[in-house]
Nanobody, 126 residues
Framework: QLQLVESGGGLVQPGGSLRLSCAAS????????IGWFRQAPGKEREGVSC???????YYSDSAKGRFTISRDNAKNTVYLQMDSLKPDDTAIYYC????????????????????WGQGTPVSVST
């Protein structure tokens, strides 16, 4: 069974940091592009970051300079390091996997991804 499991979410104060993890089971992550998306209450799901099958990384404008995506193929896990968190970052964060060749033009499109994890909540508040 192909599965993605997110972890690492929680409550953090503005300016704080969190590291989200996306662990895969039933397949090897290095054959997939992995995306991180988020969905805040009442809003559409939006792309945050993506790492292709190699090391090329993509970021949304809101994530650039604050978030870093990385993969550890030995652990079959992709991480999203989030620094300088803001209240606007509050959302459910999802990771997703794509067998397609992602690029700058399409990495944030939900339809590019084949399957999704269940999400981990992030709340940034005082």
């Amino acid at each position: 069974q192909l599965q993605l499991v997110e972890s690492g979410g929680g409550l953090v104060q503005p300016g704080g940091s969190l590291r989200l993890s996306c662990a895969a089971s039933g397949f090897t992550l290095d054959a997939y592009a992995i995306g991180w998306f988020r969905q805040a209450p009442g809003k559409e799901r939006e792309g945050v970051s993506c790492i292709n099958r190699g090391v090329i990384q993509y970021y949304s404008d809101s994530a650039k300079g604050r978030f870093t995506i990385s993969r550890d193929n030995a652990k079959n896990t992709v991480y999203l390091q989030m620094d300088s968190l803001k209240p606007d970052d509050t959302a459910i964060y999802y990771c997703s996997a794509s067998r397609r060749w992602v690029a700058e033009i399409n990495w944030a499109s939900l339809g590019m991804y084949d399957f999704w994890g269940q999400g981990t909540p992030v709340s940034v508040s005082t």
